[in-house]
C-alpha cells in the first residue's frame, strides 16, 4: 500500500553551513510543515517562504510533501526549483517516495507558473516543465532515474508515467555519476540483461549495441525477464523491425519461447499489435512459429487480422474466448425457434384482426379499418409489421435460407449470434405493438389506457 497524501515525511542531506539569506524553520514550523498544518503561513510572504530552510535545505516542501502544497506553491512558487543539501528538488522527493498524485501536481503547479515567472526564464510552459523534470541532483539523478530505481513497485511506475508523459520522446537521457540512464536502472530491478534494454530502445545507436552483445554473449538472446519476456519479444511487440532482424540472425529458437503467463511468442506480440513487417520477418526465418499458438489458441486469427490498421492501436493483453458447446447451440435454438415461431403467429393474427375492426358499409371504404388515419394506429401497425419480419429473419437465419447466407458456410456460432439478435429485435417490436394496440382500444377512457 502506498503512502498518504498526509504521510510523506521526508528530511534529506547532510547539513551544510548556512547561507546569508537562509531562516531556519523553528521546531514549532517544523511540525506545522510536518503535518501540513498551512494556516502556520498564512503570515509569511513569498521572500520568507523562500528562505525559509531546515539545517539540510530542506524547504516547505521536501519536509512535506502533502495535499497543502498547492496553497504553498500559490504563495511561493519559486519552491518547486529549490535545492536541498544534496540538489533534490521537490520532484526528486516524490519520485523517491513513489507518490504518483504528489508528482502530478508538482508538474501541474509548475505548467500553472505565472507568465511574468516563465518570461523571466525565457521558456514557456511546456519547457518549464520539462526543465524541471530534467534538474539533476548533485549525483546527476533527474527525477526519472530515482523513480527507475524501484519500479518494481507499481507506485513507482505510475511515477515514471507521470514524468514521462510531457517529456520529449527524442530526448536523450544522460547518464548520472554511476554512468546509469534510467533504462538501464529500471533494466537492473526487473531482471533486465543489457539486451533486454537495447531491444527496447530499438534506435540505430542501439542496433549496433545489439550486435556487440549478441556476437559476445549470445546465450542473453534466450535470457527472460520476471514476465518471461525475451529482448526478442520487446523488439516485435514494440515494432523494432532491424532488432528483430539482428536477433533473429543470431538465434532462430528465441522465437519460439512464450512468456510466463499465456505462452505468448514474439510472433503473437507482433501480430497483437499489427507490426505486419515483423510477422512476415519472423514467419519468413521461422515459419513453424505459426503452428506453436498460445494459451487461447489464437494465432490464425490474429494473422487474418494483420491488416486491420485498428489492431494497431490494441495493447498486448489476454484475450477472453468464447466457447459454446454444440449442445447447449442447439437446445437454445429449438427454443428460438418456438418463441420466433409463436411471435410470427400473433403478429399475424394481429394484422388481420386489427383493433377497432373494418368498416363494413358498402362503398369505396369498405374493409378499411376504422382507426385509418389515428396515429397510435399507424404505430400499432409499423411495429406490428417490423415483429413479423423480425421473427421471420430469425427463423429464416436458423434453417440458412436467408441471403446472401445461403449459398455460403456460415459458422454455427455467428447464424446462432444473428437468429438471437432478431429475435431480440422482434420481441421488442411486439411489446411497442401490444402497448399501442391496448393504448388505441381503450383511448376513450383516459385513465385505463394509462394505466394499462
Given at each position: 500500500?502506498?503512502?498518504?497524501l ?49 539545517p ?7 519536509v ?22 544534496k ?69 513507482h ?8 508523459e510531457f ?6 537521457y ?44 549470445g ?9 518471461g ?15 528483430v ?7 532462430l ?10 505462452e ?37 486469427e490474429?494473422?487474418k ?22 449442445d ?69 437465419f ?15 456460432f ?8 432478431f429475435?431480440g ?18 383511448k376513450?377512457s ?7
Amino acid at each position: 500500500m502506498g503512502p498518504t497524501l498526509n504521510e510523506i515525511v521526508i528530511s534529506s542531506g547532510e547539513p551544510e553551513k548556512p547561507a546569508e539569506n537562509i531562516t531556519y524553520m523553528d521546531a514549532s514550523l517544523y511540525k506545522a510543515a510536518a503535518i501540513g498544518k498551512i494556516e502556520e503561513f498564512n503570515n509569511y510572504q513569498r521572500p520568507e517562504l523562500e528562505s525559509l530552510k531546515t539545517p539540510n535545505h530542506d524547504n516547505v516542501l521536501h519536509v512535506n510533501l502533502s495535499d497543502f502544497i498547492e496553497q504553498i506553491l500559490f504563495k511561493c512558487p519559486s519552491l518547486l526549483r529549490q535545492t536541498n543539501a544534496k540538489g533534490q528538488t521537490p520532484l526528486h522527493v516524490a519520485a523517491r517516495n513513489g507518490h504518483s498524485a504528489i508528482v502530478k501536481l508538482l508538474i501541474k503547479s509548475r505548467a500553472k507558473a505565472t507568465d511574468e515567472d516563465l518570461k523571466k526564464l525565457g521558456m514557456d510552459q511546456l519547457n518549464a516543465v520539462r526543465e524541471m523534470l530534467r534538474n539533476t541532483d548533485q549525483e546527476s539523478n533527474t527525477a526519472l532515474h530515482v523513480a527507475a530505481r524501484y519500479v518494481h513497485s507499481q507506485h513507482h511506475v505510475e511515477v515514471v508515467q507521470e514524468l514521462l508523459e510531457f517529456e520529449n520522446p527524442d530526448f536523450p537521457y544522460f547518464v548520472n555519476r554511476n554512468q546509469e540512464t534510467p533504462l538501464h536502472i529500471a533494466a537492473r530491478r526487473i531482471n533486465w540483461t543489457a539486451l533486454h534494454a537495447a531491444a527496447m530502445a530499438g534506435d540505430v545507436g542501439t542496433l549496433k549495441a545489439t550486435k556487440i552483445i549478441v556476437e559476445n554473449k549470445g546465450d542473453m538472446t534466450k535470457e527472460t525477464d520476471e514476465n518471461g519476456h525475451t529482448p526478442l519479444h520487446y523488439a516485435a511487440h514494440l515494432g523494432h523491425d532491424s532488432v528483430v532482424e539482428e536477433l533473429l540472425k543470431w538465434d532462430l529458437l528465441a522465437a519460439y519461447v512464450g512468456d510466463k503467463e499465456w505462452e505468448m511468442t514474439p510472433l503473437l506480440m507482433a501480430a497483437r499489435q499489427g507490426h505486419g513487417q515483423i510477422v512476415t520477418k519472423i514467419l519468413s526465418s521461422c515459419p513453424g512459429c505459426c503452428e506453436k499458438v498460445d494459451k487461447r489458441e489464437q494465432i490464425m486469427e490474429l494473422l487474418k487480422d494483420i491488416t486491420n490498421e485498428e489492431v494497431a492501436e490494441k495493447p498486448v493483453r489476454p484475450i477472453p474466448s468464447i466457447t459454446i458447446s454444440a449442445d447447449r447451440l442447439e437446445k437454445e435454438r429449438e427454443v428460438h425457434l418456438v418463441v420466433a415461431a409463436l411471435i410470427a403467429t400473433v403478429t399475424f393474427a394481429a394484422a388481420i384482426t386489427v383493433p377497432g375492426g373494418l368498416k363494413k358499409e358498402k362503398g369505396s371504404e369498405q374493409g378499411i379499418p376504422f382507426l385509418i388515419h389515428d396515429a397510435t394506429f399507424k404505430a400499432f401497425i409499423v411495429t406490428d409489421a417490423l415483429a413479423f419480419l423480425f421473427s421471420l429473419c430469425a427463423l429464416l437465419f436458423h434453417f440458412g435460407m436467408l441471403p446472401p447466407f445461403s449459398s455460403i458456410q456460415r459458422p454455427t456460432f455467428l447464424s446462432h449470434v444473428g437468429a438471437t439478435t432478431f429475435l431480440g429485435y422482434a420481441t421488442y417490436a411486439m411489446v411497442i405493438a401490444f402497448c399501442t394496440t391496448i393504448y388505441v382500444v381503450l383511448k376513450p377512457s383516459y385513465g385505463l389506457s394509462f394505466i394499462c
